[in-house]
């Protein structure tokens, strides 16, 4: 790692890997680690490779209700050792901001799953159950036991003075059901009954980031993971680099027509791209150059991606997205600082073939 190289970037690439660039990959969990029950194929063996190549590793998660030792639990189970100290959750964000404000001791009412309340303890709080113990705050994380009792302590709380903090501000959860309500909607209750916008830490707030960075001394940690608004948004606006993978939520149309807060610094399929270059994408006769891809916008809101003839410059492509790269320089060199969705076309069949592949249309 050299502290004089400049931040990678989309346009600019590494010239080696991540794994020798950053000192801390802040990987996500769902979506980059696992999906569902199941770890991402191939992750398990990617991480312990990069943890080889002297990277270190730590698993950042916007899901308030387990503990860190649960997590731990969860991840080594599916192949992936990890210990509860490299779990940073966003109840233990929560609770390093309540500790800093309130002051050791203070006491707070715990709305959420186990993991809220023993991360309160840890940070040296007091938990209470009951609005009438006085609490300072009200720290509110996911649940699925969380109840109308529970959110009616809360309230009686926050009308009383306590601070209103939320783990995460996520409206839903994904589920083999569809989405099912998340932390950001019951938080929504207590707000809409007390008239108070709860003080959110979880990602993508800079709260959630300075946790990650103070547990685990990161000097240039690269964040890892699949969400625009949490994952990406959050390393911008920390100021850190991020690596969006398309293990998890995020299509590459949702990408094309991200705002500048949710551009991702580096791209790749999975959790592998910890272990590769990535290419960079260069200016060429009114488009941009990706590897053999070209991308170029013609007239007012369309962009058309070609493979050219041949290429003397690069070698053997690391991975299948350099045609995206090449289209997400292009369009948010002309998008600027607006959110806005790319039409896309193919200049040839391979064009065409990488468009379908990535659902971006196509002739
Ligand atoms: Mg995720």
């Not at 931040?7 to 991540?18: E, H, K, M, R």
């Not at 990959?25 to 002297?54: C, I, Q």
């Not at 500048?260 to 592998?272: I, K, M, N, V, Y």
């Not at 009114?286 to 493979?307: I, K, N, Q, S």
Request: proline share 7%; hydrophobic share 45%.
């Amino acid at each position: 790692m050299s502290a004089d190289r400049a931040p990678a970037s989309l346009a600019a690439g590494t010239s080696t890997p991540p794994t020798q660039v950053f000192d801390v990959a802040l990987l996500d969990l769902d979506g980059v680690v696992y999906v569902g029950p199941a770890a991402v194929s191939g992750v398990p063996e990617v991480l312990g490779e990069a943890r080889r190549d002297g990277m270190r590793l730590a698993y950042v998660t916007n899901n308030a209700a387990r503990t860190p030792q649960q997590v731990a639990a969860h991840l080594t189970e599916l192949g992936v050792p990890a210990e509860p100290g490299e779990i940073i959750t966003s109840s233990q964000a929560a609770a390093t901001v309540v500790a800093e404000r309130m002051g050791p001791g203070a006491r707070v009412l715990a709305v959420g799953g186990p993991g809220v309340a023993a991360a309160l303890t840890a940070a040296g709080l007091t938990v209470v159950e009951q609005a009438e113990d006085e609490p300072v705050a009200v720290v509110q994380g996911y649940g699925p036991g969380v109840d109308w009792a529970q959110l009616a302590e809360a309230v009686v709380a926050v009308r009383g003075g306590a601070r209103h903090v939320a783990t995460n501000a996520d409206a839903t959860i994904p589920s083999p059901r569809g989405v099912l309500p998340g932390n950001g909607a019951l938080v929504g209750v207590v707000s809409a009954v007390t008239g108070q916008q709860p003080l959110v830490t979880g990602k993508p707030d800079p709260a959630m980031h300075a946790e990650c960075v103070r547990r685990t001394g990161a000097q240039r940690p690269l964040v890892v993971g699949d969400r625009l608004d949490t994952d990406i948004e959050g390393a911008s606006r920390a100021g850190a680099t991020s690596l969006l993978v398309f293990s998890g939520v995020t299509e590459p149309a949702g990408l094309l027509a991200a705002g500048p807060r949710h551009r991702p610094d580096l791209l790749a399929r999975d959790a592998g791209g910890l272990l590769t270059a990535h290419p960079a994408v260069n200016a060429v006769n009114g488009g941009w150059r990706c590897g053999r891809w070209v991308a170029t916008a013609d007239g007012e809101d369309r962009l058309t991606l070609a493979l050219a003839a041949e290429d003397g410059t690069v070698g053997a492509p690391v991975d299948d997205l350099y045609g995206l790269r090449a289209l997400a320089v292009a369009h948010w060199a002309r998008t600027g600082e607006e959110a806005r969705p790319a039409a896309v076309s193919a200049a040839d069949d391979d064009a065409a073939r990488a468009l379908a592949d990535w659902g971006l249309g196509g002739r």
